[in-house]
Nanobody, 113 residues
Framework: VQLQASGGGLVQAGGSLRLSCAAS????????MGWYRQAPGKEREIIAR???????HYLDPVKGRFTISRDYAKSAVYLQMSSLEPDDTAVYYC????????WGQGTQVSVSS
């Protein structure tokens, strides 16, 4: 399965973005899915995950600002990001939880102050 993230961009602080994750070669219809990010000079971290039953969990810094969702029919996972902050600047990836051995293409999110 290949997972490709898209939807990133440059926004001002306080703005919003919606990231999408499309799967090919297999679906995201089963199992836990997550959004990860890697900021410059930092390790990759999981910031949001959604279970097969729709339960969601968030890293504290994004709780209340980000929302993860999934569309089984489209084999897609989304991340709605609001009230973006400069510290949210990172490359964002989607993957299973735990993550696949290889990472798909991430999408750059840059937040200016």
């Amino acid at each position: 399965v290949q997972l490709q993230a898209s939807g990133g961009g440059l926004v001002q602080a306080g703005g919003s973005l919606r990231l999408s994750c499309a799967a090919s070669g297999g679906g995201v219809s089963i199992g836990n899915m997550g959004w990860y990010r890697q900021a410059p000079g930092k390790e990759r971290e999981i910031i949001a995950r959604i279970t097969s039953t729709g339960n969601t969990h968030y890293l504290d810094p994004v709780k209340g600002r980000f929302t993860i969702s999934r569309d089984y029919a489209k084999s897609a996972v989304y991340l709605q990001m609001s009230s973006l902050e400069p510290d949210d600047t990172a490359v964002y990836y989607c993957s299973t939880v735990p993550p696949l051995r290889s990472w798909g293409q991430g999408t750059q999110v840059s937040v200016s102050s």
